[in-house]
């Protein structure tokens, strides 16, 4: 194995900068190729066609009901498993180094109201930014690591270890593909989710638990309304307790990279629904709701603690307790994940980006769910998230991504792929 010589570290920056309208074109095709989640087969045949032509080894697979069944707990129930293949393609190494999984999730959520966007959803570029849903979060991310791939290339370099490629679907419902990669075997000893971190290290995500909550009451007509019991005046007293619940963790729960969010375990009433007519007492409410928790707990003790912290409210009432509330876990529920910052792959990332920069990335952690903790728990390997782009765009009208971040992360993709799998020759 020999080290990066500075030559080749300029042949590689030059690689990047040579290939930017590849690389920004490559984009367009993805962010062009439809890929809503539960509907992201016409994306994916883009994506092998693009492994396909770069040499890689193509591997394409749907996951099953019934490989997944013993794991709904974690990535939730699916309404179809057929025509969502995940793609993944394989570069072996030269010689003897370290493997790396690089992976980015494909799928991505609806459009929305068309006339919220004032550019195209479908692709644009517009004063050095690609606009389209899906550009940030993150098929820009596998951008990256196709460029990156591209300009080692270019740059007349061979790694020495083996490189894996993963595009997943079904992440923003749970994390599907993520899971089913890793039951089918794909392992390396480290895996990098390029999901937009603004070019930070995240090192942690949080979890999230999501449940409906159904509180029963008795209906009566409004006019003799006191001869009923309306489930929404029960559920108020629920509600404000678990915001009590809320603030009282984020007072009591510390954890270094959380300590600057001003919620740092959010807990999100999203969906209420209840009554049927204004003349009615409300018989019935189902609220969803999602809770978030930091790294170092797990998703079964908090479940445990809501539900504790519910039924111990209902039981203050005394409607609720001959009548309690009735509490159902659904979809994905997300663990909370963590690699420690003395970690191989989290140095190699931290110098690979400051080799680029000039300087040392953030590092951070993140209360949002991500396929992280599906790498690490079912495959076992050490995972962190590096890439371009900013999640408050993402999901929104307008989602874009700044190609001058799109390049910073495809050099760094490069370099760290150099320093982890090691250089096997140059030519």
């Known amino acids: 194995m020999t080290a990066l010589t500075e030559t080749k570290r300029q042949a590689i920056e030059a690689a990047v900068a040579a290939h930017r309208d590849q690389t920004v074109k490559l984009l367009l095709d993805l ?180 449940f409906r909550l159904t509180v029963t009451g008795r209906s009566a007509h409004a006019a003799v309304r006191n001869t009923g019991v309306s489930a929404l005046e029960k559920f108020v007293p629920i509600l404000q307790d678990l915001q009590a619940f809320e603030a009282e963790r984020n007072a009591a729960k510390h954890h270094p990279l959380y300590e600057g969010f001003d919620n740092k375990m959010p807990l999100n009433v999203g969906v209420v629904r209840t009554g049927v007519w204004a003349s009615t007492v409300p018989e019935t409410l189902e609220a969803h709701i999602r809770a978030g928790f930091l790294p170092g707990e797990d998703l079964e003790t908090v479940q445990g603690l809501i539900t504790d912290r519910i039924m111990n409210q209902a ?23 963590e690699t420690p910052l003395d970690e191989p792959i989290c140095r190699v990332v931290m110098t690979a980006h400051k080799e680029v920069t000039g300087h040392d990335p953030a590092i951070a952690g993140v209360t949002w769910g991500a396929d992280m903790r599906l790498f690490q728990r079912f495959g076992g390997m050490p995972t962190v998230m590096y890439g371009a782009g900013d999640v408050n765009l993402a999901h929104a009208p307008d989602e874009w991504l700044p190609i001058d971040d799109l390049l910073t992360a495809t050099k760094t993709i490069a370099l760290l792929l150099c320093d982890w799998c090691g250089v096997a020759e140059t030519k």
């Open 31 to 210: 962010v062009g190729a439809p890929s809503v989640t539960g509907e992201e087969a016409p994306v994916q045949a883009v994506v092998a066609r693009e492994f396909a032509q770069r040499g890689l080894t193509v591997d394409q697979w749907e996951a099953t009901a019934e490989e997944i069944a013993p794991y709904t707990l974690h990535v939730g129930e699916q309404e179809r498993y057929e025509g969502r293949p995940n793609v993944a393609g394989q570069r072996n190494g030269a010689g003897e180094g370290r493997s790396l999984l690089l992976n980015a999730h494909i799928d991505t959520v609806a459009v929305g109201e068309r006339s919220a966007w004032t550019h195209d959803p479908a692709g644009e570029v517009v004063d050095g930014r690609v606009y389209g849903r899906g550009s940030c979060d993150m098929k820009g991310g596998l951008a990256t690591h196709l460029a990156a791939l591209d300009a080692l290339d270019a740059a007349g370099i061979a790694l020495n270890g083996e490189v894996t490629l993963t595009a997943t679907v079904g992440e923003e419902n749970g994390g599907l593909g993520a899971l089913s990669t890793c039951l089918r075997g794909y392992r390396a000893d480290a895996a990098l989710i390029s999901e937009p971190t603004e070019l930070a290290l995240v090192r942690a995500q949080g979890g999230s638990l999501v």
């Open 315 to 337: 039981d203050a009432d005394r409607w609720l307790r001959e009548h309690p509330p009735v509490i159902e876990w659904f979809g994905g529920q997300f663990d909370a994940a």
